[in-house]
């Protein structure tokens, strides 16, 4: 195929994605666009994990009872010693195709309520724990059309529920903590098969209340991890056991870790070829001291409206604080291919929680990094569905943020309560995919999908934009699609490649030269979106496997 034809196909390519019927607007404004997707996908979408061909897998929990989406061919899932049915012909898991819009029912076996999981460099999803029969297991979901959930009894060393996992340099995860579990290990097993002591977990655990659950978790470009649980961090060693450098606690002292549930990210990583690397973590929102126990009571105490940031190679590291113009609990952060963080889901008071949180907090808000302290946060157009405990969010290949669950009910409950289970499926459309940005949309039209790039390479992005282009506002993201779940997205990460050097080749063609991540520190080998961005609007990502 000649070089021309070829880019007329991308074009229209994207000209017939435009045009599926799942991109009807039913709100729009300037400040972002929202669209329903699905009125009901059968379950709440608890947990969310994209995976490279461009479906979601979602699941809730098995013992929810029966669900809206009968299991295919018959099947049913038999376990006796299950409270709320014991035999159930329905799904509690789906995938979610993207580009069809269309739901496919998935069977898993044992309870997944409240587990964990990443993105292998394979690109399966390695899932981990849950609850009574899951609480051991690891399980297998690899991205194919007919793909089903397999499953590793006691693929776990002890019981892990409410644990955060993380990719690993080597292609191990690493799981931390969860319920009563102060330790760490790591899947899949080799000699070290057993836990890791660490204490940082118990000294962060709030008698009665906890605190601590789904820990902040993230790599550092010097290769150890930063974790934070409760308001306070740790960088950890973690092949030694040791914790290398301690974190002065959060100004005020309130938790952010679940049940009073901020959420975190490890803020884009720019400047890769420098001698030294900066990293930054923003942890925003959450429930201040004691709203648990008052939320229990009926007392329903406001949520933080503050973020924290810090960066966390700086020798003599402090938290900024700044004010967020809504406060937020159980709220997801997504960075965005532009570099951005989108603030989305979530209540303005109470705690994570059956039953405990209220005033749903409708808008987004847009937090922008690189802008000065004071003007970095913008109050986005709402959306008309409460997003509350079990919600969940993840980034498209296309740029947008599709967003699902909220139960916060011990079963589905669709009457009668302030929040009923939401089995819906919408998506939030950020202003820069508003059409008036078209001619500064960048198209990728080289290296293909799928392509192989490899550590400290450079790497020339093809792409075609049909407006006047500004050579110093045109840049190479790199984004690593996170396992989303109770407001926290595991092994999230953005890593701005920029731009070495910008040639035009005519026809509105430019080839953009960049350098790839120097090693598995910056980014572990896996499948990640590149994505070109030309003044701050982006172009659809494609994938591509580091190795």
Known sequence: MSAPSFIFSILLFQVLFALQPFHHVLTSAADGRWQLLQKSIGISAMHM???????????????FGPSKLPLPNGKC???????????????????????????????VQTNVWCSSGAITPDGNLVQTGGFNDGERRVRVFSPCGTCDWKELPDGLAVKRWYATNHILPDGRQIIVGGRKQFNYEFVPKNIAANTFNLPFLSETNDKGVENNLYPFVFLNVDGNLFIFANNR??????????????????????????????????????????????????????APKGSFVQALRGKFIGALNTCARINITDPN?????????????????????????LLINGAGSGSAGWEMGRNPVLNPVLYRPDSKIGTRFETQNPTTIPRMYHSSAALLRDGRVLVGGSNPHAFYKFTGVLFPTELSLEAFSPAYLDAKYNNLRPTIVAPKSMSGIKYGNKLTVQVVITGNVAQNLVSVTMVAPPFNTHSFSMNQRLLVLGNDKLTALGKSTYNIDVTTPSSGNLAPAGFYLIFAVHQGIPSQGIWVKLQ
């Open 49 to 63: 994990q994209l995976l490279r061909n461009d479906r979601v897998v979602m699941f809730d929990r098995t013992d």
């Open 77 to 107: 899932r038999n376990v006796p010693s299950d409270a709320a049915l014991k035999v159930d012909c329905t799904a509690h898991s789906v995938e979610y195709d993207v580009l069809t819009n269309k739901l496919r029912a998935l069977m």
């Open 233 to 286: 961090a740790i960088l950890l060693n973690y092949v030694k056991n040791k914790v290398v450098k301690t974190y002065p606690n959060i100004p005020g002292g309130d938790p952010r870790s679940y049940p009073s549930t901020g959420s975190a990210v490890l803020l884009p990583l720019k400047n890769l070829k420098a001698p030294a690397i900066q990293a930054e973590v923003l942890v925003c929102g959450g």
């Open 317 to 341: 590291p402090q938290w900024v604080m700044e004010t967020m113009p809504l406060a937020r609990v159980m709220g997801d952060m997504l960075l965005l291919p532009i570099g951005n963080v």
